[in-house]
């Protein structure tokens, strides 16, 4: 029987130890079972994690085995190989494909009933893996797309505009990657448009301004890696959100990386696209309105993952 507040992470190197200390901060789950290749890594994070609940809300943490999974009303799958400097996302492809195919098969097993939130990269293609190969319901595989990118995107403009960066209204959508893009066109500052905003703040020569922003978005990744080697926090809260969203059953809407069915004439693939998620997980994919351009470039974006899926056979 499915446990709604008991949570498993498969990984615990950077990025799924700093999902585990996120989602104990939030109080979402009174179960974790942590799962790593390496047995001593998941129960040192146990231990260290566990020691800090006197000063939270009240949870059992502790290193598992898969058939501990079972009931989880949520896994999220971290691990991979780390993105290197100079590599890019789809460069991880056929590693993280092999991992993810090695997991899986311990899953099914159970009689897990969850939900499975992909968070290794490349995330879309995982994706799409993950429930190709699974045979569970595309509403209850879902990857963490571009939730990141998109806060990156909301962060960035905030500063530049001097606003709270929760008062911008915007998207990155597509590939978790370099094709992704940002939607300017339905972009808005608490109801205001986002040219007009610029304006208001004496940015006249916005374009370029939104050019670089897109850029330093897209490129985020990068940077990180370049000085630290490794991103983690920032997906980290990410999850966290995503996680938020499907235990309290918010019906929010987020840039998940779902499978599409048609939606934008595109399928036969996972992309990140705004879609409403609750305890369910995604319960309806959204057709955002697009300029003619941004449409163009979501299909290229759609193509560069379905030419590697190809790839990949």
């Given at each position: ?77 971290t691990a991979g ?79 530049q505009l001097l ?143 379905m030419d590697a ?5």
């Open positions: 029987m499915l446990n709604p507040r008991k949570v498993g992470i498969i990984g615990c190197g950077f990025v799924g130890a700093s999902i585990a200390f996120a989602l104990m901060q939030r109080g979402l789950f009174s179960e974790m079972v942590l799962i790593d290749v390496n047995r001593a890594k998941a129960e040192g994070e146990a231990m260290d994690l566990s020691h800090g609940l006197p000063y939270t809300a009240s949870m059992d943490i502790y290193a598992g085995d898969y058939p501990d999974l079972h009931d989880c009303a949520l896994i999220i799958i190989a780390n993105q290197k400097p100079g590599e890019t996302r789809l460069d991880l492809t056929r590693k993280n494909l092999g991992i993810l195919r090695s997991i899986l098969p311990h899953i099914t097993a159970t009689d897990f009933s969850g939900i499975l939130l992909i968070v290794s990269n490349p995330v879309d293609i995982l994706t799409y893996e993950a429930r190709r190969i699974s045979g569970y319901p595309e509403s209850k595989v879902i990857g963490s797309g571009t939730v990141l990118d998109t806060g990156r995107l909301k962060y960035l403009l905030g500063r606003v709270d960066s929760r008062s911008v209204h915007a998207f990155i959508i597509g590939e978790h990657g370099d094709s992704e893009l940002a939607v300017w066109s339905s972009a808005n500052i608490s109801g205001i448009d986002l040219d007009r905003f610029c304006q208001l703040r004496g940015i006249h020569d916005y374009e370029t301004t939104l050019r670089q922003i897109y850029s330093d978005v897209r490129d985020s990744a990068y940077a990180i890696i370049e000085r630290k080697t490794a991103t983690y926090y920032g997906i980290a809260m990410a999850v966290a959100r995503i996680a938020s969203c499907i235990v309290r059953d918010e019906h929010t809407v987020l840039p998940v990386s779902t499978v599409l069915n048609g939606e934008y004439g595109l399928k036969g693939l996972a992309l990140s696209i705004p879609s409403v998620v609750g305890k369910k997980g995604v319960e309806a994919v959204l057709e955002i309105p697009l300029s003619e351009s941004e449409r163009i470039a979501l299909l290229d974006s759609a193509g560069q993952l899926i190809k790839e990949l056979g």
